[in-house]
């Protein structure tokens, strides 16, 4: 009797499992495949509501709504930071919404290797099985160092921070990335992505007065991109530069400290589209009279 008993409750919770599974689907993405270590690594989760009502996602504070396991290639789970808050989500009946996290806000993905990550979407109410999604694989770089800088940080006597400018070759192209470094720690403040470059001309790097760093770099043939970058790794400014009379545009270090671009024709991409809309097509000619 007890055995019988058994049989209908396992029953009973495998129903209501594969009911849940029935009123929604998920699926899991990334950006990209090939990360440097330190990036965000964005996973886009999307839910199709198959529950026939509206569906409203949300945490109470000790559970979320979303779960997701990442592994290294060991197979061994990576710490997470903390509890993660994803906010609450409404999705109508018959509807795919999709909302995008960064993984490395909240597990510690610091390190280069290869990594896996899946995810769960439980039903409102629901805290035990959910909607699992797809195993997606990605892997972690640490880029090749081209450039190194130690700055003291501005208003914090005996600060200091580490700015790094990396090389990295993903997707069949290479690319430039920002690093900043928290010298004291060790930890990274921000790894982040400047463009695609071109190395048939090497990049220029220097750090002015305000302790901020200045990369320039050949993105295509005829354009170049200045960027500056301060301590806590924000991009403060961005320019694009043709080539000059000259030659290449150049990063000058004048003596009070100030860094400036020379001999470039600064880009107006506006000015350009307007340039290029005055242009008249061939078909646009009147028709020739004699």
Same mark, same amino acid.
């Given at each position: 009797?007890?055995?019988?008993?058994?049989?209908?409750? +396992? %029953? +009973?919770?495998?129903? &209501?499992? %594969?009911?849940?599974?029935?009123?929604?689907? %998920?699926? &899991?993405?990334? *950006?990209? !495949? #090939?990360? $440097?270590a330190g990036e965000p690594v964005i996973a886009m989760v999307t839910i199709v509501n198959h529950a026939g009502q509206e569906l409203t996602f949300y945490g109470d504070g000790r559970t979320q709504w979303l779960d997701f396991v990442v592994k290294d290639g060991r197979g061994e789970t990576v710490t997470p930071r903390g509890n993660a808050m994803f906010g609450k989500m409404i999705i109508k009946a018959?509807? %795919? +919404? *999709? /909302?995008? $996290?960064? &993984?490395? #806000?909240?597990? #510690? &993905?610091?390190?280069?290797?290869?990594?896996?990550v899946s995810g769960v979407v439980h039903m409102p109410g629901n805290t035990g099985e959910g909607a699992a999604t797809n195993r997606v694989l990605f892997n972690q770089s640490p880029g090749v160092p081209y450039w190194t800088q130690k700055v003291g940080i501005p208003g914090k006597v005996g600060q200091t921070r580490e700015f790094r400018i990396l090389n990295f070759s993903g997707d069949d192209k290479a690319q @430039?990335?920002? #690093? @900043? @470094?928290?010298? /004291? *720690?060790? /930890?990274? $403040? /921000?790894t982040f992505l400047l463009g695609d470059v071109l190395m048939l001309r090497k990049p220029l790097v220097t750090v002015d007065r305000d302790q901020r760093m200045h990369v320039m770099f050949l993105a295509t043939p005829t354009m170049w991109i200045h960027c500056q970058i301060d301590t806590d790794g924000k991009l403060v400014d961005r320019q694009i530069h043709q080539r000059g009379p000259q030659g290449d545009p150049q990063l000058l270090t004048f003596g009070d400290g100030s860094v400036r671009?020379?001999?470039? @024709?600064?880009?107006?991409? !506006? =000015?350009?589209?307007? =340039?290029?809309a005055k242009i008249r097509k061939a078909s646009d000619r009147p028709p020739v009279t004699y």
């Open positions: 009797m007890f055995v019988f008993r058994g049989f209908h409750f +396992l %029953s +009973l919770v495998l129903a &209501l499992a %594969s009911f849940a599974h029935a009123q929604l689907s %998920s699926s &899991l993405g990334l *950006t990209k !495949k #090939q990360y $440097v018959g509807q %795919s +919404l *999709t /909302r995008e $996290v960064d &993984l490395a #806000q909240y597990f #510690q &993905l610091s390190e280069a290797g290869n990594f896996s @430039i990335y920002a #690093q @900043i @470094i928290d010298d /004291r *720690t060790g /930890r990274n $403040v /921000r671009v020379a001999n470039s @024709i600064p880009y107006d991409p !506006k =000015a350009a589209a307007e =340039a290029k």
